[in-house]
């Protein structure tokens, strides 16, 4: 096991007097993603697309290439919980990207671009052709490409999911009971 030794100080027992949140395996990763969104911000920053946020994008996308939808079929397009799209229309709404309205009945509100946001939804799809192809590029450039890592771990997670996991690790820790 790579990080034996991360398991072993982390996460053979409960600690109580330290920061769980301390110990992240992944925190490389999420550091790199976070880099890597701040990159595509400064994108917009540098052509004035001022307070567009990159995980708004694939919404603005799909919701200027298939017109209005409603909150479930945006999440459903995107691959997200009606939930999280929910929050996300909102801050997007907020931001003047999108509006919404009252949908065929009291439950549902269809979300529609903005101007604002018609007028740069070609350049939009531009930075995220461009956004791939720079990451087909690192992909390529890897001993190890991620595409692969990603389909190592989906495998993994066939074998034995996250939550089994997470269960059998909690099952051994006195502070979870």
Not at 11 to 34: I, K
Not at 75 to 88: C, D, N
């Amino acid at each position: 096991m790579k990080y034996k030794h991360l398991y072993k100080c982390c996460y053979s027992g409960p600690v109580t007097d330290t920061d769980p949140t301390e110990h992240a395996v992944w925190r490389s990763l999420w550091d790199l993603q976070a880099a890597m969104d701040a990159d595509i911000a400064r994108v917009y920053a540098e052509a004035d697309i001022p307070g567009l946020r990159p995980v708004w994008v694939k919404e603005l996308i799909k919701l200027h290439r298939h017109g209005p939808m409603t909150i479930s079929e945006l999440a459903a397009a995107v691959g997200r919980t009606h939930s999280a799209l929910s929050q996300k229309v909102s801050a997007m709404r907020a931001a003047g990207w999108v509006r919404t309205e009252a949908g065929p009945d009291a439950r549902t509100k269809t979300v529609a671009l903005t101007g604002k946001a018609e007028r740069i939804a070609g350049r939009l799809a531009a930075e995220w052709r461009a956004t791939e192809a720079a990451v087909a590029e690192i992909d390529a450039e890897l001993p190890y490409p991620m595409t692969r890592v990603v389909r190592d771990i989906e495998a993994a997670l066939r074998r034995k999911s996250f939550r089994d996991r997470i269960v059998a690790k909690l099952a051994r820790d006195p502070a979870w009971e």
